[in-house]
């Protein structure tokens, strides 16, 4: 049994009691990297009673500290050899490489290929055979949340997908596993493949990391360019951006519309679809456009083969950014402030 692409979206959630850890207790995890999830996972589901080996390079740095942390490690061959689960937990773009030399040759029927992000399934950069399991336990946090959250015994909520259930078991397994990292105790949400990776890439192209980043470059830009002074225009499109997302964030867009006085409220409510007006939500229907059929995903499969030279130029014109230099220099400001008042704090304490 696949994924079925016609499916709908429509999500269930499951906590602790849907979970049962027989489904993962006799298992032996591979966890392949211990970056940002990689440790964490680890280390909760080596807490949670789970058999775990870590598999790294030699040459890794983060070998000494897996170890100092209680856990086993192996390279990537030998970790997936002896392991039933496979936690796939390298960067994105070095997972295709990964699964060729290391997995892909020490895959037996009937083990599971674990993934925390759909792209590499979803665009068929790797493509399992068609006897082992390939699941999908995302959480939604980076990882020293879902490591801090397990550790104080509370829980991070995540996402399940099951894209290939070879065995029958894929689905139990899998919330076994996000039990065990303690995703359930916060709650699961049930999704696929392709809705984690698509949504994924659109929310980040167009509203997090790209829009936003947008929103306030023409922000301050315009201020700038009628005249206004380049402090003024950082700490109104920039600094603030935190306050507001934070109230959103706490209490959604009506928590942040009471907090705020009545003449931004309308101010806001008139101005904002002015702005981000039809042609912005075209444009974000040809981004999602450019997500679902494959034309964003083919184009930074590519860019990372060229040795990713656009990327790189990109990266550098943002670095260059006027509003860089700026807010570089308020936040230093900032940071002066700070001390001061740490060196208040001191002469406190000793007077
Ligand atoms: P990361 O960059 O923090 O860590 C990657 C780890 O892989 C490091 O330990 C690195 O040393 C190791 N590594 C790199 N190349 C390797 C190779 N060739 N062989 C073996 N090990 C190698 O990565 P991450 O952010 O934890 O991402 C892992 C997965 O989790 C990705 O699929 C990502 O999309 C997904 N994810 C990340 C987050 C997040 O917040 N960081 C959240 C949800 C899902
Ligand atoms: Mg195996």
């Given at each position: 049994m696949t994924e079925d692409d016609?499916?709908?979206?429509d999500s269930t959630v499951y906590y602790d009691?849907?979970?049962?850890s027989e489904h993962i207790a006799q298992k032996t995890v591979a966890v392949l990297g211990y970056g940002s999830q990689g440790h964490a996972h680890a280390q909760n589901l080596a807490d949670s009673g789970v058999d775990v080996v870590v598999g790294l390079r030699?040459?890794?740095?983060s070998w000494d500290a897996a170890e100092s942390d209680g856990l086993r490690v192996a390279t990537p061959a030998d970790a997936v050899a002896e392991?039933?689960?496979?936690?796939?937990?390298?960067?994105d773009t070095v997972q295709p490489d990964v699964y060729e030399n290391a997995i892909e040759p020490n895959l037996e029927a009937g083990d599971t290929l674990q993934f925390a992000h759909g792209f590499n399934i979803h665009y068929n950069q790797i493509q399992p055979p068609e006897d082992v399991d390939v699941t999908m336990v995302a959480p939604k946090s980076p990882g020293h949340l879902v490591r801090r959250n397990y550790e104080n015994d509370e829980g991070t909520p995540g996402l399940l997908a099951i894209y290939?259930?070879?065995?029958?078991d894929a689905h139990d397994e899998g919330l076994a596993y996000a039990a065990a990292i303690g995703c359930t105790r916060a709650g699961v949400v049930e999704t696929s493949f392709r809705e984690e990776t698509e949504t994924d890439l659109f929310g980040e192209q167009a509203v997090l990391c790209g829009g936003v980043t947008s929103l306030v470059k023409q922000g301050y830009e315009t201020l700038v360019d009628a005249g206004y002074s380049p402090e003024m225009a950082y700490f109104e499109c920039l600094n603030e951006l935190k306050l507001i997302v934070d109230l959103m964030y706490e209490d959604g867009l009506g928590g942040m519309w009471d907090s705020v006085s009545d003449t931004a409220e309308y101010g806001g409510l008139t101005q904002g679809d002015v702005v981000v007006d039809e042609h912005a939500r075209e444009n974000m229907e040809e981004v999602l456009e450019k997500v679902q059929d494959g034309t964003f995903a083919r184009e930074w499969i590519v860019e990372n083969q060229a040795g990713r030279p656009n990327y790189e130029q990109l990266r550098t014109a943002e670095k260059n950014h006027e509003i860089e230099a700026v807010g570089e220099e308020l936040r230093g400001l900032f940071a002066w402030q700070e001390d001061e008042e740490a060196d208040d704090e001191k002469t406190e304490v000793k007077a």
């Open positions: 016609t499916q709908t979206f009691d849907d979970a049962d030699e040459s890794s740095s392991a039933d689960i496979v936690s796939v937990l390298v960067p290939q259930d070879a065995t029958g």
